[in-house]
C-alpha cells in the first residue's frame, strides 16, 4: 500500500520553549504518526470538500513542524461507506471509490471510508463493494465494527471473515487485508488506521504519534523498575500530546473545525520498535515473562496522559509493521493466545497477523468473535487485523511486498 511521508523539521522557537518543554533539538521528537480529519461527504462537491479539509489537515501540520515535529502522514475519513455510495449501483459504487483513491494519491492524503457494517442489521451488500475495493485500489482502507456498547456482531463477524478471504485471494500479494481491520468497542473519531471511523457530521480532526522510540527511552532507564517507568513515561508523553493538544485547539480555533482530541498510544512502525522497548525493561525478548506486565505499564501510563485523549488509548502490538516483533514472531516466543492475554491489560487485540492461506472462514470467525468477546468483556478497544497468505503454509514465510511490513513466519491457524 501506498504511503506518504510528509517530511519536514523546524525547530520550535526558542521564546516557546518554557511554554510547551520541548526540546529544541527535534530530533528527540517523537512523529507525529497522523493527523486525521473527520468528513462526510456530499456526492455533487466531494472534491471540494477535500480540498477544503486538506487546508486544515496542512496547516495543522505546518503547526507542528513549526515546532520541531515531523509529521509522516494526512488522513482523512468519511462518513460509513455504505452512506457514501448509498443510492449507486455496486460498479459505480467501486468507481466513485476508485476516483477517491486517484485523488488521494495525487493530493498526499491517506483515505478511509469507515466500516462497511456497524450494525448487525446492516445491508451486507455494501460488503460486497469494500471486498472490490479493497481488492483493486491500492489507498482506500476501512473496517467492520464486531462489538459495541450494544453487545457482540454476529452476522458482522461471520461476514468479516469471508471478506478477508476474498481479499486475500484476489489482490495483489494479498495485501489489501493490510487495509482492512474489524474493531471492537472502539469509540468514534480515532486517528489510528485501519480502524478510524464517524458516523457524525464530520469537519473534526483528531492526532496521534509514533511514539515507541519514547518508551525505549524510558525503559532503558528505568529497567526492571515498574513504578519509575510508569511515572517517567506519563512525563514523557504528557509532554508531547500536550504540544498536540495546543496545536489541536489553535487550528480549531482558526479554523472552525472541531478538535477531537489525541491518542496518546506509542505507535510502532519498522525499527521504531515497541517490541525492543519492552524487551528494554524486562531484559528478555519479547513473549518472555513480564512483556504482559510491561504492556500494562504503558498502557496505564498512557491512561495517565492529562490531555483530551481518544482512539485506542493504549498499546499496538502489530506483528509485521514492528521489526522485532516480526522477528520475535517467527522464532516462537509469542502466538495469538499471546496476545490475547496480553490484550487483557491494554489495547492491543490481534493486528497484522499473518495465517495460512487454507484458513478456512469459519476458523477466522472464531478469531474475530474471541477479540470481540474480549473487548465486550473488559469493554476496552480491540480490533483484529487478520492476513491469510495464498498458497502459503505453517512454517513458511510472507513474502508481501510493502516497504511497511516485515516478513515473517506463519504460525498454524489457532
Do not use: C
Given at each position: 500500500?501506498k504511503r506518504?511521508?510528509?517530511?519536514?523539521?523546524?525547530?520550535?522557537?526558542?521564546?516557546?520553549?518554557?511554554?510547551t518543554?520541548?526540546?529544541?533539538?527535534a530530533?528527540?521528537?517523537?512523529?507525529?504518526?497522523?493527523?486525521?480529519?473527520f468528513?462526510?461527504?456530499d456526492?455533487?462537491?466531494?472534491?471540494?470538500q477535500?480540498?477544503?479539509?486538506l487546508?486544515?489537515?496542512?496547516k495543522?501540520?505546518?503547526?507542528?513542524?513549526?515546532?520541531?515535529y515531523?509529521?509522516?502522514?494526512?488522513?482523512?475519513?468519511?462518513?460509513?461507506?455504505?452512506?457514501?455510495?448509498?443510492?449507486?449501483?455496486?460498479?459505480?459504487?467501486?468507481?466513485?471509490?476508485a476516483?477517491?483513491d486517484?485523488?488521494?494519491?495525487?493530493?498526499?492524503?491517506?483515505?478511509?471510508?469507515?466500516?462497511?457494517m456497524?450494525?448487525?442489521?446492516?445491508?451486507?451488500?455494501?460488503?460486497?463493494?469494500?471486498?472490490?475495493?479493497?481488492?483493486?485500489l491500492?489507498?482506500?482502507?476501512?473496517?467492520t465494527?464486531?462489538?459495541?456498547?450494544?453487545g457482540?456482531?454476529?452476522?458482522?463477524?461471520?461476514r468479516?471473515?469471508e471478506?478477508?478471504?476474498y481479499?486475500?485471494?484476489?489482490?495483489?500479494?494479498?495485501?489489501?487485508?493490510?487495509n482492512?481491520?474489524?474493531?471492537?468497542?472502539?469509540?468514534?473519531l480515532g486517528?489510528?488506521?485501519?480502524?478510524?471511523?464517524?458516523?457524525?457530521?464530520?469537519?473534526?480532526f483528531?492526532?496521534?504519534?509514533e511514539?515507541?522510540?519514547?518508551?525505549a527511552?524510558?525503559?532503558?532507564?528505568?529497567?526492571?523498575?515498574a513504578?519509575?517507568?510508569?511515572?517517567?513515561?506519563?512525563?514523557?508523553?504528557?509532554?508531547?500530546?500536550?504540544?498536540?493538544?495546543a496545536?489541536g485547539?489553535?487550528?480549531?480555533?482558526?479554523?472552525?473545525?472541531?478538535?477531537?482530541?489525541?491518542?496518546?498510544?506509542?505507535?510502532?512502525l519498522?525499527?521504531?520498535?515497541?517490541?525492543?522497548?519492552?524487551?528494554?525493561?524486562?531484559?528478555a525478548?519479547f513473549?518472555?515473562?513480564?512483556?504482559?506486565t510491561a504492556?500494562?505499564?504503558?498502557?496505564?501510563?498512557?491512561k495517565a496522559?492529562?490531555?483530551?485523549q481518544i482512539g485506542?488509548?493504549?498499546?499496538m502490538?502489530?506483528?509485521?509493521?514492528?521489526?522485532?516483533?516480526a522477528q520475535?514472531?517467527?522464532?516462537?516466543?509469542?502466538?495469538?493466545?499471546?496476545l490475547?492475554?496480553?490484550s487483557a491489560?491494554c489495547?492491543?487485540?490481534?493486528?497484522?497477523?499473518p495465517?495460512p492461506?487454507n484458513?478456512?472462514?469459519e476458523?477466522m470467525?472464531?478469531?474475530f468473535?474471541d477479540?470481540a468477546?474480549?473487548?465486550?468483556?473488559?469493554?476496552?478497544?480491540?480490533?483484529?487485523?487478520?492476513?491469510?497468505v495464498?498458497?502459503k503454509?505453517?512454517?513458511?514465510?510472507?513474502?508481501?511486498?510493502?516497504?511497511?511490513?516485515?516478513?515473517?513466519?506463519?504460525?498454524?491457524?489457532?
Open positions: 500500500m506518504l511521508l510528509l517530511l519536514a523539521v523546524v525547530l520550535l522557537p526558542i521564546q516557546l520553549l518554557a511554554q518543554g520541548v526540546s529544541a533539538d530530533s528527540h521528537n517523537p512523529k507525529v504518526r497522523a493527523i486525521t480529519a468528513v462526510r461527504l456526492r455533487s462537491k466531494w472534491e471540494q477535500i480540498a477544503e479539509t487546508t486544515v489537515l496542512r495543522a501540520q505546518h503547526e507542528f513542524e513549526a515546532e520541531g515531523q509529521v509522516e502522514s494526512l488522513r482523512i475519513t468519511t462518513q460509513p461507506v455504505g452512506e457514501l455510495v448509498a443510492g449507486l449501483s455496486e460498479d459505480d459504487a467501486v468507481s466513485f471509490l476516483r477517491f486517484q485523488l488521494s494519491a495525487k493530493e498526499n492524503f491517506i483515505p478511509n471510508v469507515g466500516p462497511a456497524m450494525h448487525d442489521s446492516d445491508d451486507p451488500a455494501t460488503m460486497r463493494v469494500l471486498e472490490r475495493a479493497l481488492s483493486t491500492p489507498n482506500i482502507e476501512a473496517s465494527i464486531i462489538a459495541d456498547d450494544a457482540i456482531h454476529w452476522k458482522t463477524i461471520h468479516t471473515a471478506l478477508v478471504k481479499v486475500a485471494e484476489h489482490s495483489p500479494h494479498a495485501q489489501g487485508t493490510f482492512f481491520t474489524a474493531t471492537a468497542m472502539l469509540k468514534p486517528p489510528f488506521y485501519p480502524g478510524s471511523y464517524h458516523d457524525g457530521p464530520g469537519r473534526q483528531s492526532i496521534g504519534f511514539g515507541a522510540g519514547l518508551v527511552e524510558v525503559f532503558t532507564r528505568d529497567k526492571g523498575n513504578a519509575a517507568a510508569t511515572a517517567d513515561l506519563t512525563a514523557a508523553l504528557s509532554k508531547h500530546a500536550k504540544v498536540a493538544e496545536v485547539n489553535k487550528v480549531a480555533a482558526e479554523t472552525g473545525w472541531g478538535f477531537a482530541g489525541v491518542d496518546p498510544t506509542p505507535a510502532p519498522g525499527d521504531v520498535s515497541i517490541a525492543t522497548a519492552i524487551e528494554d525493561f524486562t531484559g525478548k513473549g518472555s515473562s513480564g512483556t504482559l504492556a500494562r505499564i504503558i498502557t496505564a501510563a498512557v496522559v492529562p490531555v483530551k485506542y488509548s493504549g498499546l502490538v502489530p506483528i509485521m509493521e514492528d521489526k522485532v516483533m520475535r514472531w517467527a522464532e516462537g516466543m509469542f502466538n495469538v493466545d499471546s490475547l492475554a496480553y491489560v489495547g492491543t487485540g490481534l493486528d497484522t497477523i495465517l492461506g484458513i478456512s472462514t476458523q470467525e472464531r478469531m468473535s477479540v468477546s474480549l473487548a465486550s468483556k473488559w469493554n476496552k478497544p480491540l480490533s483484529a487485523r487478520l492476513q491469510p495464498p498458497g503454509k505453517a512454517g513458511e514465510m510472507t513474502e508481501f511486498q510493502d516497504p511497511y511490513l516485515f516478513n515473517t513466519t506463519i504460525h498454524a491457524a489457532p
